[in-house]
Structure formats: structure tokens, C-alpha cells
Nanobody, 116 residues
Framework: QVTLVESGGGLVQPGESLRLSCIAS????????MSWYRQAPGKERELVAE????????NYADSVKYRFTISKDNSLNKLNLQMNSLESEGTAVYYC?????????WGKGTLVTVGS
């Protein structure tokens, strides 16, 4: 059973940084591509960043490129998202995601709020 548990969300001010983490279990993390999605209030869920199985290839949404960094620690089964220079548009629930055997799996998400 795939389990993804996100952590690290919170309230920050514009321009500040935050680091999200996702602990994965129930599958072979080291050989799977992973991704982060987010869903802002009243909007559809959108892809933020993705990383291939060995961490050598990454891809970012244009809105976060050069500010966010996705990384993968295969020894800890851990996916990270370093978010710098956060903007108010970054307010959302952030989800860890894996697609395995044509099935999408998601964590419960962690809430990031930028601004008051």
C-alpha cells in the first residue's frame, strides 16, 4: 500500500522560504519518479515540480522556476521541495504524488500560507 506523508507547511511572509518533505512507503521509492502538486483555494490542482527516479532530471512549472528546488533522497525514501522567495500566489495545499502501475497516489497534503 502506497503511503505518502507530507510535512513542513506553515505560515510565512512574502519573500520568505519554506522546505516541504514527503516520506514515502509501500513501494520502491528509489526507482520511481516523484512530483509535487498544489491546489490553491478555488483552483484546480496543478503540477509544481517533478523529478525522475535517480534525481538527475527535474521539471518545474514556469511560475516557480528558479525559486523552487525539488530533490529526492533515495536512502531515506524522502522527497523534498525547497521553496524560496515565496509569493502570495504560493498559498495552497501541497501534495506529494507518485504514479505507479497507472495509479496515481497522493498524500493528504500540507498547507502553505503566504502572507497574513
Amino acid at each position: 500500500q502506497v503511503t505518502l506523508v507530507e510535512s513542513g507547511g506553515g505560515l510565512v511572509q512574502p519573500g520568505e522560504s519554506l522546505r516541504l518533505s514527503c516520506i514515502a512507503s509501500g513501494f520502491t521509492f528509489s526507482i520511481n519518479d516523484m512530483s509535487w502538486y498544489r491546489q490553491a483555494p478555488g483552483k484546480e490542482r496543478e503540477l509544481v515540480a517533478e523529478i525522475n527516479w535517480n534525481g538527475r532530471t527535474t521539471n518545474y512549472a514556469d511560475s516557480v522556476k528558479y525559486r523552487f528546488t525539488i530533490s529526492k533522497d533515495n536512502s531515506l525514501n524522502k522527497l523534498n521541495l525547497q521553496m524560496n522567495s515565496l509569493e502570495s500566489e504560493g498559498t495552497a495545499v501541497y501534495y506529494c504524488h507518485v504514479r505507479k502501475n497507472s495509479i496515481n497516489s497522493w498524500g493528504k497534503g500540507t498547507l502553505v500560507t503566504v502572507g497574513s
